[in-house]
């Protein structure tokens, strides 16, 4: 896959609306042997998302809806690091005025995470490693909310068959991250 392409999709995706929309990328399933660039791309994007006051023209990402919404979701990443995650970016509290929760970037996401069992509604970006399509399509079925998902790969007949039949989501889509159209069932 074009990684650059993959990461500026997965973070304007994940971060849109500080993390806060039900389509938004959730996990993130690579490829071991592209894993560490893929990681690589994705931090060299967060800088670039400046939180603060959403009325504020350099502002990239607002505070979250409300203060249990953080807190709830600082103590799943925190479990997700119980349970064997690593965490490389965020991961806490904003001090201050609002409820803001940065940027926050996850490896080492396995099946068993509190990830996979439940939803993250706001900033956090997770990724679980795959050595094979089997072992791919498992960990991204292995969920309950199947809304949407994304493969992003250059072999497009593969990519294509794969969304068609593996993929158990209500709608799939090849090297574009899911989003939400009102014409579309």
Known sequence: ANLEAAAQAIVSSRLRNSGQVCVS?????VQREVHDQLVACIRKLLPGFIMGNPLDEVTQMGPMARGDLRDELHQQIQKAI???????????????????????LLTNVTKQSIIYE?????????LSVFDSIDEAIALANATRF???????SNQIDQATLLAEK???AGVCFVN????????LP
């Open 25 to 29: 990328t959730k996990r993130v399933i």
């Open 82 to 104: 119980s349970q064997g995650a690593n965490l490389l970016e965020g991961g806490y509290i904003v001090e201050g005025k609002g409820f803001y929760y940065p940027p926050t």
């Open 118 to 126: 439940e939803e993250l509604f706001g900033p956090v970006i997770s």
């Open 146 to 152: 199947g809304l949407g998902g994304s493969i992003f």
């Open 166 to 168: 593996a993929l158990e």
């Open 176 to 183: 574009l991250p899911v989003t939400s159209d009102p014409r």
